[in-house]
């Protein structure tokens, strides 16, 4: 096992879909999926933090472990930093609790990279986009990464640019996935820094990062499927289950 802690950030109220964590997908709440794809990688242990009983209620049903944190986190960055603070971990995983369908593959891959690439202090992970309306999509963050798979810069925009007199035909888009993994020092870096410009103009938290001097690496994974963001994506990830046969 691996010296880390996961942690998978579970906030009750969202403001685009209120209790999609507990949303109900082919017999399972969304939340549940993810602790089984975690708990599969073998890294470590697997901690829900949630600001709401109900999903603290939910968790301990179906036998996970789950803390309650304070309502007046800012950002699934601080609970989860929240609920790591008794542990020794050296790397501290950060999973979405609306991800149902994260692999512990991916989750291996991910920490591997970052393990192996000691300039950087975080580890994420992305996928080569395949669908073209995703890259105008402001919703499908993408991201310019080096040639040693070193994070650049994210952006809603499309980024890199394909400038139409480009010699460079056919250079793919990456579509980011908000897994991130800290090593522990650069979590409690992270939580202390403001919200930065970058972040402040794209919404997107990761570019706080960036703009402070943490390195990120990225690791190139397999597509996932759908996330919950709103009620509509539900259906998107019942008929993805039925196509990947699960």
């Given at each position: 096992m691996a010296d880390c802690l996961i942690v998978i950030p579970a906030r009750y109220g969202s403001q685009r879909y209120p209790g999609k964590v507990l949303a109900p997908l082919a017999g399972k709440p969304v939340i549940q999926?993810?602790?089984?794809?975690?708990?599969?990688?073998?890294?470590?242990?697997?901690?829900?933090?949630?600001?709401?009983?109900?999903?603290?209620?939910?968790?301990?049903?179906?036998?996970?472990?789950a803390v309650l944190t304070s309502p007046r986190c800012q950002s699934g960055?601080?609970?989860?930093?929240?609920?790591?603070?008794?542990?020794k971990a050296?790397?501290?995983i950060n999973i979405q609790g609306d991800e149902p369908f994260m692999k512990a593959a991916v989750l291996k891959k991910t920490?591997?990279?970052?393990?192996?690439?000691?300039?950087c202090q975080v580890g994420t992970a992305c996928t080569r986009i395949t669908d073209k309306a995703d890259i105008e999509n402001p919703n499908?963050?993408?991201?310019?990464?080096?040639?040693?798979g070193r994070a650049l810069y994210f952006s809603r925009c499309p980024v890199p640019f394909h400038h139409p007199l480009s010699d460079l035909?056919?250079?793919?888009?990456?579509?980011?996935?908000?897994?991130?993994?800290?090593?522990r020092e650069a979590l409690e870096k992270f939580v202390k820094l403001k919200p930065s410009p970058l972040e402040r103009l794209e919404r997107l938290e990761q570019l706080r990062a960036l703009e402070n001097g943490l390195r990120i690496?990225?690791?190139?994974?397999?597509?996932?499927?759908?996330?919950?963001?709103?009620?509509?994506?539900?259906g998107a990830a019942e008929n993805y289950i039925k196509k990947a046969g699960r």
């Open positions: 999926w993810c602790w089984e794809a975690a708990v599969k990688a073998g890294l470590g242990e697997v901690i829900v933090a949630t600001e709401h009983a109900k999903v603290l209620e939910t968790c301990k049903a179906f036998g996970a472990r960055t601080d609970r989860v930093r929240e609920a790591a603070r008794g542990s050296g790397f501290v920490f591997l990279k970052l393990k192996s690439s000691p300039d499908c963050v993408k991201v310019a990464m080096s040639a040693a035909k056919g250079y793919p888009y990456y579509r980011h996935y908000g897994l991130y993994i800290y090593r690496a990225v690791a190139e994974v397999p597509a996932l499927g759908p996330a919950i963001d709103v009620p509509a994506d539900l």
